[in-house]
């Protein structure tokens, strides 16, 4: 049960993301003083928009001084979100206008919430697939690197838009992908813009986020169900984008996406 405070904060949030408005910060009375509270403001948004998964903001130095913090937060994605490669992506208010190249993982089976930690093998153990996807964040902050981990947390770390490519083929755990590297170009009328990375850039290797983020939620009390995925993080610096640009992120022999904002 979310306390009234809180409530109010994710009526705020969930009305500024419907109709595009951003503020300063939210009021003084409302706003979260913790990550736990940030966490259960952002738990509001499931209850009209059920969840299909999670996103880590802030896996790279480039994402943590993008937002202003020093390390990484997670944040729900929901149905309305997520969108298929053959879908134009609307642009709309948008105003932190960046893509990111990310591994995603699927679940197999849930994981719930426990004393101790889970250990990396035992979440790999866990996953029945790899994803390829890009990310499209926003903020419902004016200067969201200025406002704090609770209450960019609050803000659902950031999840905005989120296209879900294509399976890699099932040799990619023989991959490391630590050491993957990952190429994307953003396309529009004024030319082809180029942008190199590496998995590295996730937390040093995707599989360790996906880690940090099992425990994350899990030691909130949340159980994170079969099915699920996780978007690990960026592997390239965000790129720049506006509405009609063609963006494709290159993963190399795992496969490539490709996103269409319209």
Known sequence: MVSAHLSQAADILLASRKDGRVSDNLPETCRPQSREEGYQIQAVIEADDPRIGWKIAATSIAGQ????IDGPIAGRLTETMVFAEDDIVPFGSNRMAVAEAEFVFQFARP???RASA?????????????????????SR????????????????ACAYQFVWGPEAPDDWQGIDLAAHKV??????????????GIGANVL???????????????????????GEIVTTGTCV??????????????????????????
Not at 183 to 196: F, K, P, R
Not at 245 to 256: E, I, K, N, Q, T
Not at 257 to 262: E, F, H, W
Request: hydrophobic share 40%.
């Open 65 to 68: 001084q993008h937002i202003g």
């Open 118 to 138: 889970y250990r990396q093998d035992e979440v790999m153990d866990g996953v029945g697939g790899l994803y390829l996807g890009i990310e499209l964040p926003d």
């Open 183 to 196: 190429s994307a170009t953003v396309q529009n009328e004024a030319g082809i813009s180029h942008h190199d």
């Open 204 to 226: 040093g290797d995707p599989k360790k986020a996906l880690c940090w983020l099992v425990n994350e939620i899990t030691s909130l009390g949340i159980t994170i169900d079969a």
């Open 141 to 156: 902050f004016s200067d969201f690197a200025k406002v704090g981990a609770p209450q960019l947390i609050a803000d659902n």
């Open 111 to 113: 994981f719930l919430p």
């Open 237 to 262: 610096v965000p790129m720049p984008i506006a509405k009609g640009d063609r963006v494709v992120a290159d993963f190399g022999v795992l496969g490539s996406v490709t996103c269409q904002l319209g």
